[in-house]
């Protein structure tokens, strides 16, 4: 009950009038900054901390954990507008919420992803709130085997998105892990698929894959038909009906469940757990052909696994001083230079500044809550806004984001090139959901192997000798097995 | 338009104040090249001395990242710029002394920049879990060659750090490193969570990345490799109490500049830093970020990396390492 | 679709040709780096084969779902215009290279008059650089005009 005293006080804190202008700046520059393709919240926050700079250490916390919330935010919505995911844990939401926004139904779509959000990373701070110090205890006894299994579970959703072809499905997966590789082991520093190229080498750059695959293919799938604009159905209504909302209930509290637990695991990536929340829920539904061509519950459940996985994230960072993502190393070396020293004694020995910062981020939530879901209808305009200006800004924007990835021109080139790749594979019906999941799934795969393998002097037994490495691996057998079947009775 | 006459307005009253008759430098933003993503060490490194000039000199100095190849890409960018002092780089062990050990075949040479400064160091822990029946070095060492085949150690990358700092304990302690079981993870923190799970039984990596654990008691320094005991860790012996006097490897980081840099360009920033090294306020940030602050000049920086380069060679190639 | 499928997986197969000869090439354990491509050459080999398949040609005359001629050329434009902006930018600097991209496109998609045509170019143009490259900072090169 301490535990309720201290956040309490952190509440009382963070609800000041300066505190709650900050997390409102934080909030809107966030949004922005998510919205913007490539710039996801690891570059977005590096960018705007300087900004906070000048702040002392409690305000410029609280505006940093709204820079990253909304940075997630962000993300979604171009991923709904115009199929250009702001970063990579978005990718998901793109397949069923463009699709809503092509059928007049943004609105709808962007509204169930504000409040699927909410709700999760709420849950999920709940989550964060009451069992941090163990659940990172447990987090630790995930080791490498352990990561393999997970992935091999992950794999599993492949098969899932593999659509009429699994001919197909496999292959494309095959040419994402093939680009996975492209570059330096990140293990051993062996030059892997360069052909003398020092570019090459650098590896291939996943958020310029997905704009180009995304983003730019959509535009030239776009051109063919000379569209007049992304939406031409009829706007709709801006808010998901009450019935949709009650069938999503069961969906957000699932995708919580999978998007904390998941996002606990430091090096389990944004991307995949959207992948897997997103199978999950079309696994449980009673109608799954409905996936993929806008179920509302496709767009609630990455977007809810996200924030929980977000949540779910601080976990490993307060109370073991371990960033799960890239974003929240940076956020943490920020938060660092505040004074905060994460590690178990953080709650014992700064139990001030934690709380106000949790507080602060239930604030957060609310705070993008509530900008968000006037904004709605804002956004939800911008479909019906004349292809004409929308494709130019929309390859601008791609231009942009994939050069601010890593202020290279390269990326755009790669951007450019997965664009066409992409619009051949629509052309060929070759799925892309595959190839960047497996774009996402190569390196972990790998590493996971690979270090399970140098365990054990060599001996794959290491793999089946450990508990909960066997149970993965046997679940995502199982399911592989399932989905096959079911694909066979249809 | 307003900022180019302020900026032109500051330009003549310092050179008007100034003993100088040229514009004093910098007159616009300077870029300070990371090779490397946000967030790890050379890019905090990076914005505790973007920040502190930035103050100083009025003038906005940013850090631009831009990782790729371990650290190659942006290191190539940023000494292929114009020497004018605008571009700089931020150089870590990583793509100097410690990538020129390891490879043979890197597209820039180590003298092919001007160096001007070290700045932080960050020093090596050897660790164990928290609850490892050993208890000192010796302890490990002892361990390791009984039983080599069960001795399971992480490196952060095979050409980090780690590698270099845990091998040379390896080797330096007669222990059989092939019978060894090296457990390669893509990063310091990955090392130290797989430490903390116990799924290795010995790191080696630096401060800024064990630090976390061992405050929180999931991990226990048994040696550092500093000439003094870590301020925040007075229970840590240094290398030499703990009976390995030649253990040296250390991570460390500074400020060069494309070729051909002038003079007084390096002697500026190299002027800079030499008074932030004496600031309390820069030393106290540093360690907020578990960086020690160790400063050298331009050309005791270079001696610096020419030892240091003595060093890891014969290492890298009884490592294997050295491609 | 047969003709279509027997190139992919002819495709296919070449790169699990070449994965293989990485693989073969790359100086390590085969625990370590070579591991993967030489397990993805085999499978891309397998996944090429396997589109030789009867059963993935698909009923005839399905897809593959090229677009008529004028939707052709629509593509093939924007994809050229992307390029042509793309190689442009290093030379002209961010504001010229986008207004220049904007101002084709228009012209290409849209109806506007000329009035209009510039006037959206200048906004989009100015806008996006105000955003981008004066708020964000980000470092475009900045080509022969400074902007």
Redesign the interface.
């Known amino acids: 009950m301490e535990t309720l005293g201290f956040l309490l006080h952190g509440f009382a804190q963070a609800l000041t009038l300066q505190n709650l202008l900050f997390a409102l700046i934080g909030s809107v520059l966030g949004t922005l900054v998510g919205v913007l393709p490539g710039i996801g919240p690891t570059s977005g926050i590096a960018i705007l901390l300087p900004l906070t700079g000048f702040l002392p250490p409690v305000p410029a916390i609280i505006m940093l954990a709204a820079i990253y919330y909304g940075a997630m935010y962000g993300g979604s919505t171009t991923a709904i507008l115009v199929n250009i995911p702001g970063e990579v844990a978005s990718v998901v939401t793109t397949l069923d919420g463009y699709q809503m926004a092509r059928q007049g139904r943004a609105g709808p779509a962007l509204a169930v992803a504000a409040i699927s959000s909410f709700v999760a990373g709420t849950l999920g701070l709940i989550g964060l709130t009451f069992f941090a110090p163990p659940l990172a205890d447990m987090a630790l006894r995930i080791g490498p085997p352990e990561y393999f299994g997970l992935v091999v579970l992950s794999f599993s959703v492949v098969v899932s998105l593999s659509g009429a072809s699994l001919v197909k499905g496999l292959s494309s997966a095959a040419l994402g892990a093939l680009v996975a590789l492209v570059g330096l082991d990140p293990m051993s520093g062996v030059r892997r698929f360069g052909f003398g190229s020092s570019d090459l080498l650098g590896g291939i750059d996943f958020i310029a894959v997905i704009i180009g695959l995304f983003a730019i293919t959509e535009v030239l799938v776009g051109v063919e038909t000379s569209l007049t604009a992304v939406s031409v159905a009829a706007l709709g209504k801006l808010m998901p009906l009450w019935d949709e909302l009650r069938s999503c209930v069961g969906t957000m509290l699932r995708a919580t469940g999978v998007g904390f637990f998941l996002g606990l695991l430091p090096g389990c990536t944004p991307g995949a757990i959207s992948f897997i929340s997103y199978d999950v829920e079309k696994r449980w539904s009673r109608t799954p052909e409905r996936f993929g061509h806008g179920a509302i519950e496709g767009v609630a459940a990455p977007e809810g696994a996200n924030n929980a996985a977000t949540s779910g994230g601080f976990v490993p960072l307060f109370a073991l001083g371990l960033p799960a993502t890239p974003a929240l190393a940076v956020l943490l070396s920020g938060l660092m230079i505040y004074g905060l020293q994460p590690g178990p004694l953080l709650f014992e020995k700064q139990p001030e500044f934690v709380w106000t910062l949790i507080a602060s981020m239930y604030v957060g939530n609310v705070m993008l809550l509530i900008l968000n879901l006037p904004l709605v209808g804002l956004w939800a305009r911008l479909c019906k806004l004349p292809y004409a200006i929308m494709a130019p800004l929309i390859l601008i924007f791609s231009v942009l984001g994939a050069f601010s990835v890593r202020n290279s021109f390269f990326d755009v080139g790669v951007a450019l090139a997965f664009g066409a790749l992409g619009y051949l594979m629509v052309k060929l019906a070759y799925p892309t959901a595959p190839l960047v999941l497996a774009l996402i799934l190569t390196p972990m795969l790998e590493s996971a192997l690979r270090q399970s393998l140098s365990m054990a002097h060599g001996s794959p037994l290491i793999l089946v000798t450990r508990p909960i490495t066997v149970i993965l691996i046997l679940a995502g057998l199982a399911l592989t097995a399932w989905t096959l079947l079911a694909r066979r009775r249809r | 338009m307003l900022r180019i006459l302020l900026t032109g307005l500051l330009g003549v009253v310092a050179a008007a104040g100034g003993a100088d008759a040229q514009p004093a430098y910098p007159t616009k933003p300077v870029d300070i090249i990371v090779a490397f993503a946000p967030g790890g060490g050379a890019d905090v490194t990076a914005r505790l001395i973007a920040a502190y000039a930035s103050k100083k000199w009025g003038q906005s100095v940013n850090v631009v990242n831009m990782p790729g190849a371990s650290g190659i890409t942006g290191t190539l960018r940023a000494l292929g710029a114009r020497p004018d002092g605008y571009t700089l780089l931020l150089e870590p062990h990583a793509t100097s002394s410690m990538l020129f050990a390891a490879e043979s075949d890197v597209p820039f040479k180590m003298d092919g920049k001007t160096p001007i400064a070290l700045v932080t160091l960050d020093p090596v822990i050897y660790t164990v879990k928290e609850d490892s029946p050993w208890k000192s070095l010796k302890d490990v060492a002892a361990a390791a060659k009984a039983d080599p085949k069960s001795f399971r150690y992480g490196v952060g990358g095979v050409t980090a750090v780690a590698s270099f700092s845990v091998s040379q304990f390896l080797f330096g302690a007669g222990i059989p490193v092939a019978e060894t079981n090296r457990v390669v993870f893509t990063g310091g923190a990955p090392t130290i969570t797989a430490l903390a799970g116990g799924h290795i039984d010995f790191a080696g990596q630096q401060w800024s990345e064990s630090t976390g654990m061992i405050g929180g008691k999931k991990i226990r320094g048994l040696a550092v490799v500093h000439p003094s005991r870590l301020p925040g860790l007075p229970d840590v012996p240094t290398a030499r109490e703990a009976g390995f006097p030649d253990l040296d490897v250390v991570g460390w980081q500074g400020l060069s500049g494309p070729p051909k840099l002038p003079a007084p360009i390096v002697a500026k920033w190299a002027g800079l830093l030499e008074e932030a090294s004496k600031d309390p306020a820069f030393l106290e940030q540093a360690l907020k970020v578990n960086k020690v602050i160790a400063f050298k000049g331009p050309e005791a920086f270079w001696q610096f990396q020419q030892e240091e380069l003595k060093k890891y060679l014969p290492l890298a190639t009884k490592m294997g390492i050295r491609k | 679709m047969r003709r ?1 499928s027997l190139l ?1 997986g002819g495709l ?1 197969l070449a ?1 699990g040709v070449l ?1 293989l000869v ?1 693989a073969l090439r ?3 354990a085969w ?3 070579r ?3 030489a397990a ?1 050459g085999v ?2 080999v397998a ?1 090429g084969i ?2 030789f ?1 009867p059963s ?1 040609a698909g009923p005839a005359g399905a ?5 008529d001629a004028p ?1 052709r050329r ?2 093939l ?3 050229g215009a ?2 042509l ?2 190689a442009g ?2 030379h002209l600097g961010f504001l010229l290279a ?1 207004a220049l ?2 101002l084709i ?2 012209r290409a ?4 008059s000329w009035a209009m045509t510039i006037a ?1 170019t200048g906004a ?1 143009a100015v806008a ?1 650089h105000a955003v ?1 490259i004066y708020w ?5 090169p900045s080509g022969f005009l400074g902007v």
Do not use: N
Request: glycine content about 6%; aromatic content about 14%.
């Open positions: 279509a992919c296919f790169l994965s990485e790359i100086k390590d625990q370590g780096a591991l993967m491509p993805l499978t891309l996944l396997g589109h398949l993935m897809l593959p779902a090229w677009p939707a629509r593509v434009f924007m994809f992307l390029a902006y793309v930018l290093p986008t991209f904007v496109l228009l998609l849209g109806s506007y959206i989009i996006s981008f964000l900072g980000m470092p475009v």
